[in-house]
C-alpha cells in the first residue's frame, strides 16, 4: 500500500523464507498479471468503471503473486486452506463444532482469541481509508493500520458499502458484493476461512476452528451469555454487559 507499489500497481512482496518476490526462488510462486473476467457483474449493476471493487483488483494492482500448489496468500508465505506443514503438503480437516459442544475451557480459549486480535495490530494488512480517486490514482496512499480482527470488520463493511463513485447525488445505495444474491454463502464461507486462519497465525494453535451456533431451536440469543458473546448489561439494555470483554471494544469510525 505504498506510492511505488499503487504506482506501478504492482502488489508482489517478498516471502521472508528467502527474499524472493511471491518466494520465486523458492518455488513457491510467482510475479503475474492479473487476469479478471470481463463479464458483466450482472444487469442489477449497470455503471462501470466508478467503484474501486469492481473488477477487483484492477483498480489498485494488476500485478499480484500467482502461488503454486499448496502455497497461498499475498506472498505466498502460507498454506492453502486444509493443508499445513513447511511446503504445505500435510493435508488436515477441520471440524466446525457446535458452541454448545465446547468445554469451558475452549469457550474461554475462543473468547480470548478474539479478544487477542481486537487488540493486536495487524503487521500484515492496512485498510483503505479513502477511494482510488482520493488518492491520486495512487500518489497519495490513504490507509490505516487496525487491529487483525478489524482488518476483518473491514472487508466485511468493504464488500457492502455504498458504490460513492457515482459523483454527488449519484450514490448507488444496497449495491452489495456479498449479499441478497447467490455469492452470500460462498462469500462467506472464504471470509471465515481467511478469518480462522488469521487467528490461527496469530496464537500458533493450528488446531483452532471458529464453532457453530445452531439456533434453530432457539427461543432468544442463547449465546448472549457473559461466558461466550456478551450478555446484555444489567444497567443499560443497548449495551453489553461489563463483565463480558466484549463490552470494552471500540469501534472503529
Ligand atoms: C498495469 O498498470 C501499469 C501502471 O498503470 C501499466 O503501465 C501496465 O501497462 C498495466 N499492465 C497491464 C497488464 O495491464
Ligand atoms: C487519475 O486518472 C484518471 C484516468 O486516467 C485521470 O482522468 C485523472 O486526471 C487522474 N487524476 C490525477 C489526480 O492524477
Ligand atoms: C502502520 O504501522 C507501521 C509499523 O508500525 C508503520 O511503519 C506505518 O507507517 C503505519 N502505516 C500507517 C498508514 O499508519
Known amino acids: 500500500a505504498t506510492q511505488e507499489a499503487l504506482q506501478s500497481r504492482e502488489c508482489c512482496p517478498p516471502w521472508q523464507g528467502d527474499g524472493s518476490a511471491c518466494g520465486a526462488r523458492s518455488g513457491r510462486g510467482s510475479c503475474e498479471d492479473v487476469s479478471v473476467s470481463d463479464q458483466p457483474d450482472g444487469p442489477q449493476y449497470p455503471f462501470s468503471g466508478l467503484d474501486d471493487r469492481e473488477k477487483w483488483p484492477l483498480v489498485f494492482f494488476n500485478r499480484t503473486c500467482q502461488c503454486t500448489g499448496n502455497f497461498m496468500g499475498f506472498n505466498c508465505a502460507d498454506c492453502k486452506f ?20 465446547l468445554t469451558r475451557a475452549e469457550r474461554n480459549r475462543f473468547v480470548s482469541y478474539l479478544n487477542l486480535a481486537k487488540q493486536t495490530l495487524s503487521s500484515d494488512y492496512v485498510v483503505a481509508t479513502g477511494t482510488y480517486r482520493e ?16 482488518v476483518f470488520v473491514w472487508m466485511h463493511y468493504y464488500v457492502s ?11 448507488w445505495a444496497n449495491v452489495d458484493f456479498a ?27 493450528t488446531t483452532f476452528s471458529i464453532p457453530y451456533w445452531d439456533w434453530r431451536d432457539a427461543q432468544g440469543c442463547d449465546v448472549c451469555t457473559d461466558e461466550l458473546m456478551g450478555s446484555r448489561s ?5 449495551l453489553i454487559s461489563p463483565s463480558s470483554v466484549f463490552s470494552s471494544w471500540k469501534v472503529n469510525t
Open 135 to 150: 488518492m491520486l490514482n495512487g500518489s497519495n496512499p490513504l490507509f490505516a493500520n487496525v487491529s487483525i480482527y478489524d
Open 161 to 171: 458499502r455504498n458504490a460513492l463513485l457515482g459523483g454527488p447525488g449519484n450514490v
Open 179 to 205: 449479499h441478497w444474491a447467490p455469492a452470500f454463502s460462498p462469500w462467506h464461507r472464504v471470509y471465515l476461512l481467511h478469518w480462522e486462519h488469521e487467528i490461527r497465525k496469530l496464537t500458533g494453535d
Open 234 to 238: 444489567p444497567l443499560d439494555p443497548n
Open 82 to 101: 486444509g493443508y499445513f506443514g513447511e511446503r504445505c503438503s500435510e493435508r488436515r480437516e477441520s471440524l466446525r463444532r457446535n458452541i454448545f459442544h
